[in-house]
């Protein structure tokens, strides 16, 4: 008989997790805190992204990903789009040749675009004021909201357990095992604990004495009124191919837009520190959001905002996930961590499903042969 499995989370990851453990014959109950896609599975733009997966494993992972989108893309307001990175000068420029040379030497038709050219991938973007743009065409975008309960209803009718607004307080343990996961509406017993909390996994996991090598921060964005269609795919700005930033500083405000299926514009994003449950929208972090998007779409300046929200996101210290078994619990299952991870959820899955059926090591991920995941002990 297959092991019974807890997932504790109910974002994306663990949705598709869920799914294909299932599948695989497993009895799986998911447990989760508040509503299905509470944090950052039901709040981000829902960019699915290949330029920041340039590894042959997380390149390979994305496209069987879009894969599976397409066979769903009603469902999941899949399309694919293509999708720019915006390089402002000379310096983002020569950071995003090598990223292109990888993508190109993985297959994908990745280039650079300068001048009046741009137009023909984002028509609205004025060109005048920027270097030029890296065009990944395989790139795309989905509703998060709607994937993430697509996937939770497939668990559903496959058999999976759902418990919402059900918190874990605490665990029960027995040597180098979780023998009980404990909750505000009573234990729940399995053979396996899977964390797939996102930016709750490093709190989940100091009640256990682990300190996993994660962190997180507070993005804000918004929401337009529906307007023509303006805006072709995702929209990402170059710093990210600069040095890799402080994580710690206390704002950062990058480029970012998506315009979705029914026409509205998301626009983002505003990055924060902020206590773990905030959701706080600040008034600096809107302002500067919008003259960021503005500076690069000035035709847009009489959208109408409609909303503004602010969610949790994780993000490791080496910018690796975290996958697998740890090397104190034998049963406990790590899940996060994971860049863009409706990017390469249900692939993930998949190969969460063969690490627990027969211990797989995949070179992706911090997933080792003795089927442990390394934790670093660093606070």
Known sequence: MKSSVLIVGGGILSVTAAYYLRLAGHPVTVLEKGELAQGASGSNLGQLSLFDRTEPWHYAAARETFDEFSRMAQALEYAPSGGVVVLQNEGQYLGALPVMDALRALGEPAEIIVGPDVRRVEPCLDHTKIYGVLYCPNEGKVNPLKTTLHYAKLAEEAGVDFRLHTAVTGFETAG?????????????????????????????????GLDLPLRFHRGTAFVSQPVPPCINGPIVGGELFLARRDMAQRRHVGLGGIQTAHGSILIAQ??????????????????????????????????????????????????????????????????????????????????????????????????RPDRMVQIAEEG
């Open 270 to 367: 505003a990055t924060e520190t902020a206590p773990l449950d905030s959701r706080a929208v600040t008034l600096p972090g809107l302002c500067l959001t919008a003259k960021t998007f503005l500076d690069h779409f000035p035709t847009l300046g009489d959208v109408e905002i409609i909303r503004a929200w602010a969610c949790v996101t994780p993000y490791t210290l080496d910018g690796q996930p975290l996958f697998g078994f740890t090397k104190a619990f034998g049963n406990l299952f790590v899940l996060s961590g994971f860049k863009g991870a409706f990017s390469i959820a249900p692939a993930v899955a998949r190969r969460a499903v063969a690490a627990l059926d027969q211990g797989d090591v995949w070179e992706g991920a911090s997933f």
């Open 176 to 208: 180098d095992a979780i023998t009980a996961v404990r909750t505000d509406q009573g234990d729940f017993r399995a053979g396996v604990v899977i964390c797939a909390a996102g930016a709750w996994s490093r709190l989940l996991g100091e009640g256990l």
